[in-house]
Nanobody
Framework: VQLQASGGGLVQAGGSLRLSCAAS????????MGWFRQAPGEEREFVAA????????SYADSVKGRFIISRDNAKNTVYLQMNSLKPEDTAVYSC????????????????WGQGTQVTVSS
């Protein structure tokens, strides 16, 4: 599985961005997809995840109510709609995939895409 993230950029506090992650392969719908972020000097942290069948989503408390994860299995793509952005959301955002289940520990995810930088100015 190869993952390609895009959509990052510079935005003012209160603004919105939508990240996309395109996946290769014919079994996309069987993979749980997730987004993680890493700020300078910080550890990588879980942001959101969505099950393959789209019937389950999970969010970090810090983004709940502001971010929405979704996926289009016909397009092999997962999205992260980020609203009401705050300066503390500034980080490199990466998408990841795994078989079965949603976990928040980065080491338990199997495949990673390259990151996309999100910078929120105050």
């Amino acid at each position: 599985v190869q993952l390609q993230a895009s959509g990052g950029g510079l935005v003012q506090a209160g603004g919105s961005l939508r990240l996309s992650c395109a996946a290769s392969g014919r079994t996309f719908s069987s993979y749980t997809m997730g987004w993680f972020r890493q700020a300078p000097g910080e550890e990588r942290e879980f942001v959101a995840a969505i099950s393959g069948s789209v019937d389950y989503t999970s969010y970090a408390d810090s983004v709940k109510g502001r971010f929405i994860i979704s996926r289009d299995n016909a397009k092999n793509t997962v999205y992260l709609q980020m609203n009401s952005l705050k300066p503390e959301d500034t980080a490199v955002y990466s998408c990841a995939s795994k078989r079965l289940g949603v976990v928040r520990t980065p080491a338990l995810w199997n495949y990673w895409g390259q990151g996309t930088q999100v910078t929120v100015s105050s």
